[in-house]
Antibody, heavy 118, light 109 residues
Framework: QVQLVQSGAEVKNPGSSVKVSCTAS????????INWVRQAPGQGLEWLGG????????NYAQRFQGRVTFNADASTSTAYMDLSSLRSEDTAVYYC???????????WGQGTTVTVSS | QSALTQPASVSGSPGQSITISCTGT?????????VSWYQHHPGKAPKLIIY???KRPSGVSNRFSGSKTGNTASLTISGLEAEDEADYFC?????????FGGGTKVTVL
């Protein structure tokens, strides 16, 4: 049974960048899309985009184009999300999630809290 | 792209059935059958409960069912139980990208 384990909470200053990792264990990693989803306090879920580690080609949600970068290292079964030019509105819990068949996210990481504050 | 439209809250008594709607457009919900639903308890990771519109993953109670008509998908929870109290999100996956609904808080009275 595959599990996704994310890196720990981060506190960042406005204007800086944050990098969150997501490491898979117990299953196949590189052939599935790894999506990144966030939830700001009191808000709904928001899709940032995804990457297929085997191909290395990212797909970014339009509103995050130019500010987010996804990478993946198949040798360590780890995906990374880099979000730059942070602002207070980026304060959220960030999740990685594996996209299985039918576009559904069937395995989720535990979430990483990113707080942007001066 | 705007988020899919869900009611902010739905409530019901134990044993009752409730239905949550998820309205999109012909470019997302209406374009294919790739609608999924997630149950989200605060502080935990979301859990997939319906995929491809009406299919249940292994281990998910058959009290959860999904359907779709046109640009609106629906999630029905039958035989409501206290543990069903959570937030529920619909999600549409299309070539243009992936969209979530705004979420519906389910309260068990």
């Amino acid at each position: 049974q595959v599990q996704l384990v994310q890196s720990g909470a981060e506190v960042k200053n406005p204007g800086s960048s944050v990098k969150v990792s997501c490491t898979a264990s117990g299953g196949t990693f590189s052939i599935y899309t790894i999506n990144w989803v966030r939830q700001a306090p009191g808000q709904g879920l928001e899709w940032l985009g995804g990457i297929i580690p085997l191909l290395g080609t990212p797909n970014y949600a339009q509103r995050f184009q130019g500010r987010v970068t996804f990478n993946a290292d198949a040798s360590t079964s780890t995906a990374y999300m880099d979000l730059s030019s942070l602002r207070s509105e980026d304060t959220a819990v960030y999740y990685c999630a594996r996209m299985g068949g039918g576009g559904a996210m069937d395995v989720w990481g535990q979430g990483t809290t990113v707080t942007v504050s001066s | 792209q705007s988020a899919l439209t869900q009611p902010a809250s739905v409530s019901g008594s134990p044993g009752q059935s409730i239905t949550i709607s998820c309205t999109g457009t012909s470019s997302d919900v209406g374009i294919n059958n790739l609608v999924s639903w997630y149950q989200h308890h605060p502080g935990k990771a979301p859990k997939l409960i319906i995929y491809e519109g009406s299919k249940r993953p292994s281990g998910v109670s058959n009290r959860f069912s999904g359907s779709k008509t046109g640009n609106t998908a629906s999630l029905t929870i039958s035989g409501l139980e206290a543990e069903d109290e959570a937030d529920y999100f619909c999600c549409s996956h299309a070539h243009s990208g992936t969209l979530f609904g705004g979420g519906t808080k389910v309260t068990v009275l």
